[in-house]
T-cell receptor
Framework: DGGITQSPKYLFRKEGQNVTLSCEQNLNHDAMYWYRQDPGQGLRLIYYSQIVNDFQKGDIAEGYSVSREKKESFPLTVTSAQKNPTAFYLC?????????????FGPGTRLLVL | SQKIEQNSEALNIQEGKTATLTCNYTNYSPAYLQWYRQDPGRGPVFLLLIRENEKEKRKERLKVTFDTTLKQSLFHITASQPADSATYLCALEGDYKLSFGAGTTVTVRA
C-alpha cells in the first residue's frame, strides 16, 4: 500500500446521496486510476488521469466523477446516478503513462448502500 | 470481444507442492503481461512483468511463462507455503489501459 492512502476504509451511502472517496499519493507518480472490484469479477476501470487537470473515462464511468487538481490527489465521487454502487473501490498510481507501467494500489474503500 | 480468463476454480494445494495458474486471453495482442497478488480486503500488489519476447521469467519461487501463440500465460509457485495463500490476478496491456482477469484464489494447506 505504501505511499497511497484511501479514505475512508468503509463508506455508507444513503439513497440519492453523493459520496466522495479520497485517494492521496506521495510517490510523485504522474498517472492515477480508479477501479471498481465486484466479487468474481476483474478490476474494472472507472476513470484515469495521466497528468494534472486532465482525466479520461474508463470502461464504467457512468454515475461517477473525478477531479485532478493536484498531482497528489484524485478523488472519486459516486453520484446518485450510480444505481448499484456497492463494491470495493481501488485507487492506483503508476510512475508513467504507458500500459507497461507497474501499478501501485491503495488499500481500498468498501462502499455500502444503506 | 476481448476476454481474459483465469482458472475459474480455486486452487487448494499441499504445502511444498507447485501451484500452476493459467491466464488465457482472446482478442488482445499484449506486448506485456503482469501478475499481481491480492490478499482479502486489500489492494493488489505487483509481482512480475513479462514481455512478449521473454518466454519465461523468474523471481524467487515464482515463475511466469508467456506464449503469444497459445495466447496464454502460466504462473507457477514452487515449494508453496501457507503464506502464499491469496488471489492472483493477471493483467494485460490493451489499447490504453491494463485489463485485469478475475483472479484465481490459491489456498496452501500446511
Amino acid at each position: 500500500d505504501g505511499g497511497i492512502t484511501q479514505s475512508p476504509k468503509y463508506l455508507f451511502r444513503k439513497e440519492g446521496q453523493n459520496v466522495t472517496l479520497s485517494c492521496e499519493q506521495n510517490l510523485n507518480h504522474d498517472a492515477m486510476y480508479w477501479y471498481r472490484q465486484d466479487p468474481g469479477q476483474g478490476l474494472r476501470l472507472i476513470y484515469y488521469s495521466q497528468i494534472v487537470n486532465d482525466f479520461q473515462k474508463g470502461d464504467i464511468a457512468e454515475g461517477y466523477s473525478v477531479s485532478r487538481e493536484k498531482k497528489e490527489s484524485f478523488p472519486l465521487t459516486v453520484t446518485s446516478a450510480q444505481k448499484n454502487p456497492t463494491a470495493f473501490y481501488l485507487c492506483a498510481t503508476s510512475k508513467g503513462q504507458g500500459t507497461q507501467e507497474t501499478q501501485y494500489f491503495g488499500p481500498g474503500t468498501r462502499l455500502l448502500v444503506l | 470481444s476481448q476476454k481474459i480468463e483465469q482458472n475459474s476454480e480455486a486452487l487448494n494445494i499441499q504445502e511444498g507442492k507447485t501451484a500452476t495458474l493459467t491466464c488465457n486471453y482472446t482478442n488482445y495482442s499484449p506486448a506485456y503481461l503482469q501478475w499481481y497478488r491480492q490478499d482479502p480486503g486489500r489492494g493488489p500488489v505487483f509481482l512480475l512483468l513479462i514481455r512478449e519476447n521473454e518466454k519465461e521469467k523468474r523471481k524467487e519461487r515464482l515463475k511466469v511463462t508467456f506464449d503469444t501463440t497459445l495466447k496464454q500465460s502460466l504462473f507457477h509457485i514452487t515449494a508453496s507455503q501457507p503464506a502464499d495463500s491469496a488471489t492472483y490476478l493477471c493483467a494485460l496491456e490493451g489499447d490504453y489501459k491494463l485489463s485485469f482477469g478475475a483472479g484465481t484464489t490459491v489456498t496452501v494447506r500446511a
